[in-house]
């Protein structure tokens, strides 16, 4: 039987690591930032260097469009974005949707060649890292995850140059170090990411998942 892969879910809007406690929050745009020591988590759409790779109306398509055609119909979703991925293949985001939709049809084998591709692609995309790393936990392929992330387990470490991460980033980020600490045996790192994930986002289907696993190996 084939292994299922569930990737980290991605909004399209996010336009033993030292993870700094929470400071504090603050409303900015009736949006609700939490602030850490050296970064902030914000829930508003955010831009990056990546936005600038496509047209915006072609951008507005893959992050609202077919963000839900994904879960509606999968296979015609499908159909765009691999046309996309040929108009745009330095996109990252087109192979994000792509692996969500393989996954939505059960095609574990499309899924992990596109994040694999990806993750070649654009190594320093954080979702590139974070799905390829996912794939590598479910494939017993645990040893390369520390490489992946070049052994900096904190996002401030990895992308020294940034100040904020779109909570889908964090969520995915903390949710994958939750779930590596417990398969090496690190419960104490586990339930430190699973803290921050229920600081970030307590009733996130991420934050429930690791916090069911760590139930499940403590009893």
Do not use: W
Not at 8 to 23: D, M
Not at 86 to 99: F, G, S, V
Not at 127 to 135: D, L, Q, S, T
Not at 169 to 191: C, H, K, P, T, V
């Amino acid at each position: 039987m084939k292994k299922k892969h569930k990737l980290s879910k991605t909004s399209g809007n996010e336009r033993k690591g030292n993870v700094a406690p929470l400071n504090g929050r603050q409303k900015r745009n009736g949006v609700i930032s939490i602030y850490f020591n050296k970064y902030a988590i914000v829930y508003e759409p955010m831009d990056d260097e990546y936005t600038k790779l496509v047209p915006p109306e072609i951008d507005n398509e893959i992050n609202n469009e077919l963000s839900c055609l994904i879960r509606e119909n999968p296979k015609k979703a499908i159909d765009r974005l691999n046309q996309l991925k040929r108009q745009y293949p330095d996109y990252p985001r087109i192979y994000n949707y792509l692996a969500n939709a393989y996954s939505f049809l059960g095609d574990s084998e499309k899924l992990i060649k596109v994040v694999e591709e990806n993750y070649r692609k654009n190594p320093e995309y954080l979702f590139a890292k974070v799905n390829y790393a996912e794939i590598c936990l479910h494939g017993d392929e645990i040893d390369k995850i520390p490489i992946i992330f070049d052994h900096k387990f904190d996002l401030k470490m990895l992308y020294p140059h940034r100040n904020e991460f779109h909570v889908t980033e964090a969520i995915s980020f903390f949710g994958l170090l939750g779930r590596y600490y417990l398969n090496i045996g690190d419960l104490g790192q586990s339930r430190r990411m699973l803290k921050i994930l229920k600081d970030i986002d307590p009733d996130n289907e991420t934050t429930q998942l690791l916090k069911s696993i760590i139930n499940q190996k403590r009893n």
